[in-house]
């Protein structure tokens, strides 16, 4: 009978040259998942609900080795390339799922009959699903480029071509037809002279089904009394008091309930067994290997859905070229934040997202790794960190990255310290909880990470926010990780220079900021982020017209206002 064995280390798989490396890749822990909205991400890849969390954990495996990303890089390009082949595979999809709910139903089953049958299924569906996926594989080979994808259509031409599934494949209608070639049982009871069933046996088990007029001619009488011989034991009717009509219906439900059909399954066993028997044969036959790439299937197929749809709304996707982690650079232009593409698409469907969303640019090299970004509320500041974020989450899962062009060294970890609502039952309050969280970063971060900071330490006087926020960017100098501190600190970005000074280290502090135009109608956002000097003026002058309280808001106010002397 199927067991559930783990899948070997060396078995083939699209995501994995070697499933043994699996384990070691580092992975995105609770905090960076929300706030980079990874959840919703995976809901919107998966071609079924069913796969939402197997999508999760592939995005939050921030992948660093450079030949595995490449790996991946071909599978999800091949199915970019041959849509065809990518309609095909999701239409397979259903039928490997159904594999899963098979073996689960499987391990619910107690007696040989259902165990018979669900097995019977089980290796059915298990012949179709290896036959479809090895036509298929088959017949988009010559234009498949992707390593996986041979390595997996060998398997299957290897599989097809054996000569145990050659037999099971010709075998198992034979058994299926001896199965439904059962179709109906005879059941026998007596009467009493009142006309009570009193007993029950079963008579038959029938190759025809039966028809009303045949059935009350034998109910009559008109067979001979050997064929009215029951094939198992009588089962006496229980006492029980009441009207005829009572005990009539009680006495028929107990016969049925408690033992004909009892009876009925050990028959039926019995006739079962020798299937059984023949499917011993194939008791080594499993459908692990197809159910361990099902999932990785559904990656692949909703991911080369999702990005295609992306496409057709004008939202530019590149494969992202893979530096030496060792470097620690990245280089993206025209970069737009994932999670926003999507929630744009749902809201423009049909529409170029090019009129609705900005690309941006995103340097981190030895001429600054560090960033403190700042400008206006709601100028895309934190959208664009979100972004710098997700496209190194979406290329070290091996897919493709919503940029114009995209080159990167993986990181180790992405650590992100956005604020905290207040909470009443933080023992130390909401700076003390921010400092607990910035100590555990700095205890894991390596130079190879990427430390994503959003108005961090902003939680007291600004005086104070400013020396302490100056203190760990002079720290990540040190460390050597890649940053972004979005701030409304514009001394912290004046300062970048003097801290680069100040402390020694391959990684510059480096000001950018989101840019605004200026004009007699007063600030408007451009969402563009580039490198500058903060402009912190005109960032105070927007945000007092904006809520009515500039200067000449304010006067304009005043003038209004009747004579204080009147």
Request: proline content about 5%.
């Amino acid at each position: 009978m199927f067991q559930n064995r783990p899948v070997e280390p060396d078995s083939i798989s699209l995501l994995w040259r070697d499933r043994r490396r699996a384990s070691a890749a580092p992975s995105l822990s609770i905090g960076p998942r929300d706030d980079l909205r990874i959840e919703v991400i995976a809901e919107e890849i998966s071609p079924y609900r069913d796969y939402t969390r197997a999508i999760r954990d592939i995005l939050c495996t921030l992948l660093t080795d450079i030949e595995t990303l490449a790996y991946r890089h071909e599978v999800i390009e091949d199915c970019l390339t041959q849509p065809d082949f990518t309609v095909g595979l999701a239409e397979l999809l259903p039928k490997i799922r159904g594999l899963g709910e098979t073996v689960r139903d499987i391990r619910a089953r107690r007696h040989e009959l259902a165990l018979v049958l669900s097995r019977l299924t089980e290796l059915e569906n298990y012949v179709e699903c290896v036959t479809e996926l090895d036509a298929l594989l088959q017949g988009a080979r010559p234009a498949l480029r992707a390593c996986a994808w041979h390595k997996l259509a060998g398997q299957m031409a290897r599989t097809v071509q054996d000569p145990l599934f050659q037999q099971m494949a010709a075998e198992l209608p034979e058994l299926r037809e001896r199965i439904r070639e059962i179709v109906s049982v005879t059941i026998g009871v007596n009467l009493s002279p009142d006309l009570r069933p009193v007993a029950a046996t079963l008579l038959s088990i029938n190759r025809r089904r039966f028809k009303g007029p045949r059935f009350f001619r034998k109910l009559w009488g008109s067979d001979d009394e050997e064929e009215m011989r029951g094939i198992g034991p009588f089962h006496q009717a229980p006492s029980s008091s009441g009207g005829i009509m009572v005990t009539r219906r009680d006495t028929v439900d107990r016969l049925a309930g408690n033992s004909v059909f009892g009876d009925l399954r050990k028959i039926l066993d019995d006739v079962i067994r020798p299937i059984n028997r023949a499917l011993a044969t194939y008791a080594r036959v499993n459908s692990r290997m197809l159910r361990a790439i099902e999932s990785e299937i559904a990656f692949y197929v909703g991911a080369a859905q999702m990005i295609s749809k992306l496409r057709g709304q004008g939202l530019v996707m590149c494969k992202p070229t893979l530096l030496p982690p060792e470097e620690r650079r990245m280089d993206a232009r025209g970069m737009v934040n994932f999670d926003l593409a999507l929630r744009l698409s749902r809201q423009h469907q049909g529409e170029d997202l090019g009129a609705h969303i900005v690309g941006n640019d995103a340097r981190f090299d030895d001429a600054g790794r560090i960033h403190v970004l700042t400008g206006p509320n709601r100028g895309g500041k934190t959208t664009w960190m979100g972004a710098v974020g997700l496209l190194h989450v979406l290329a070290q899962a091996g897919l493709y990255v919503p940029a114009a062009a995209a080159s990167l060294s993986p990181v180790d970890a992405i650590c992100l310290h956005f604020p905290v609502e207040e909470d009443p039952d933080m023992e130390s309050g909401r700076l003390g909880e921010e400092a607990k969280r910035l100590r555990e970063i700095f205890s894991r971060a390596t130079p190879h990470s990427l430390i994503l900071m959003n108005e961090s330490l902003a939680s007291t006087s600004a005086t104070e926010s400013y020396f302490l926020a100056r203190d760990v960017l002079s720290c990540l100098r040190i460390l050597g990780a890649r940053a972004v501190f979005v701030t409304h600190l514009h001394e912290l970005a004046v300062d970048c220079g003097s801290i680069n000074d100040a402390v020694s280290g391959d990684s510059r502090v480096q000001s950018l900021i989101s840019e605004v135009e200026e004009d007699e109608s007063g600030v408007r956002r451009t969402y563009r982020v580039l490198a500058a000097p903060p402009r912190g003026q005109s960032y105070a002058r927007e945000i007092a017209r904006q809520y009515g309280i500039s200067f000449e808001q304010l006067r304009a106010l005043l003038e209004k206002r009747p004579s204080q002397s009147q």
